[in-house]
């Protein structure tokens, strides 16, 4: 199956986050795993309502982001796992270690794993899976790809339980990497034929699809697998998600017990659900500006620093956050407050200073200021109307484009000079710089900064007290040469029925829930 371009992009942040919707189809499912249709007890399923289509493109699950982990844990194993304190651990994985300079990485596997197209857990299998890097279509890969920033250029299998990876670059914590869905092992059948995906699930997880209960786009519902070797981790017989795209039937779900988990809810609706069941809530998702265009070739302008440093000084974080976002943290930094590496200090320096920001304008030869375009979808929402006025208060005009076509929005990343990229959960700070900020689509030009590349450098070779440092040093650099504009700073909410089940857990500072963690109420 081919993927568009478009398809890509979306699932990797391009494309505004409303834009989900347009990726989805409502078509029935077939094939896959089980086909049981045996009806559980309601106290033996739990039903979580999700704002939109987890698998719009079929089951193979490299297809998609780190937060779809929590779908797609019901069916696939991954090397690593995130865990609530952001640390990540072994799952498919016994024990691992690095070599003396940090260049590789070897990993036991685990005994006793089997897929559902009959296949086992060795080394051959995880081999074949990494060596899906090159596939241009694989978003979740591009860190590992040659050129990513996380690249990997050698997997090897030396006996059957054991896999060595060879990074471009020292990785003192390359086991963040392989975590959750960028983590995942397919059995061999899917890896072989990944056409077979698009309808049938190749895993070793906890649970397999229920076909006979399942309408793509709609509903999914996952059967236990009880031949899987954690099935005791996950105490529920089924697992039904339902896609309710709207917000407020989503809280109206979970609010009249249709659902017994919701991810997310929004603000809004926040009050209405803790009325009837419980709301538990995650930092992390940064609001911003990713600037796609450090060289100035769409627009001459971005391509001096003091332009960029300009417009992070020229947004009123305070303003925007009090009107439009109450609960939220106004910030200028791409770090979450939770992460190491976040620094107070660079919000105080970094804060709304039209002032310095016109005399940073003029120091780059535009004393008079200048315009440039952003593509939309549809109408400009309420922070970029926001933001435009502030800026234009600095001289700066921000037109408005509408995107014609998908492949426009696609393009935007090359012929725009930056997007309004809506939040990004940045579970993991330094592997959102290397795969998507650096070295992924915010930087298809591939700029160079020597700041940003240092610190980049220490972080990745580097553990502790030291990592943490140089994490610090990396957060300032993109801040200081205005490689991603953040806004906010916002939460991600989740209602839950305590009656029935228990806090969900969220994946470190990630958007997204650990479906273990979701366990009937005692």
């Not at 930092?283 to 440093?309: C, L, S, Y």
């Not at 650099?477 to 700073?489: F, H, K, N």
């Amino acid at each position: 199956m081919k993927r568009s371009r478009f398809t890509t992009a979306l699932r990797t942040g391009v494309a505004l986050v409303a834009a989900a919707a347009m990726t989805m189809t409502v078509a029935a499912c077939g094939g896959g795993g089980s086909s049981s249709s045996a009806a559980a007890s309601a106290s033996d399923t739990v039903t979580i309502a999700l704002d939109a289509d987890p698998a719009p493109n079929g089951y193979d699950a490299l297809l998609y982001s780190q937060g779809q982990f929590q779908f797609f844990s019901s069916l696939y194993d991954a090397l690593f796992v995130t865990q609530a304190d952001g640390t990540v651990a072994p799952s498919l994985v016994t024990k691992f270690a690095n070599n003396a300079d940090n260049t590789q990485l070897t990993l036991t596997l685990k005994d006793g794993v089997t897929f559902t197209d009959g296949s086992t857990l060795d080394s051959t299998l995880v081999k074949a899976n990494l060596d899906r890097r090159s596939d241009p279509d694989l978003p979740i890969y591009q860190q590992f790809a040659k050129g990513g920033g996380a690249e990997i250029t050698d997997v090897s299998a030396p006996d059957d339980k054991t896999v060595v990876i060879t990074w471009a670059a020292q990785q003192a914590t390359g086991e963040q990497y392989l975590a959750d869905t960028a983590g995942v092992v397919i059995g061999k059948t899917g890896i072989d034929n990944p056409d077979s995906l698009t309808t049938t699930p190749d895993g070793s997880g906890p649970y397999t699809l229920n076909t006979g209960a399942t309408t793509k786009g709609s509903t999914y519902t996952f059967a236990k697998n009880d031949k899987a070797w954690n099935t005791a981790t996950f105490p529920f017989k089924t697992v039904a998600w339902k896609i309710i795209v709207d917000p407020q039937a989503r809280a109206n779900a979970i609010v009249s017990g249709q659902a017994d988990v919701a991810v997310p809810i929004g603000a809004d609706t926040v009050d209405l659900v803790k009325s009837k069941q419980t709301v538990t809530q995650n930092g992390g998702t940064i609001a911003g500006f990713p600037v796609f265009d450090k060289t100035g070739v769409t627009n001459p302008a971005f391509g001096k620093v003091e332009v960029r440093q300009a417009l992070v000084l020229g947004i009123d974080r305070e303003t925007i956050v009090n009107q439009l976002h109450p609960g939220a943290r106004p910030t200028s930094q791409v770090f979450p407050e939770a992460s190491p590496g976040f620094d107070p200090a660079l919000d105080v320096e970094w804060a709304y200073n039209p002032d310095k920001a016109k005399q940073l304008l003029a120091s780059a030869g535009y004393p008079d200021g200048f315009s440039f375009d952003i593509l939309v979808l549809g109408q400009p929402d309420v922070d970029q109307i926001a933001i435009q006025k502030q800026w234009e208060a600095i001289g700066v005009k921000m037109n408005f484009v509408t995107a014609t076509s998908t492949d426009a929005v696609f393009a935007a990343a090359t012929t725009t000079p930056l997007g309004w990229g809506a939040q990004f959960a940045i579970g993991n700070p330094l592997g959102f710089v290397q795969g998507v900020l650096y070295g992924g689509f915010m930087n298809l030009q591939k700029a160079t900064d020597p700041a940003i590349e240092k610190a980049l450098g220490a972080a990745s070779a580097s553990t502790g007290a030291d990592q943490e440092a140089a994490l610090k040093e990396l957060n300032a650099a993109i801040t200081s040469s205005g490689w991603y504009i953040s806004v906010y700073e916002s939460f991600t909410y989740v209602g839950y029925n305590a009656r029935k089940v228990t806090e969900p857990a969220f994946a470190g500072t990630g958007a997204y829930i650990i479906l273990s963690s979701v366990k009937p109420v005692a």
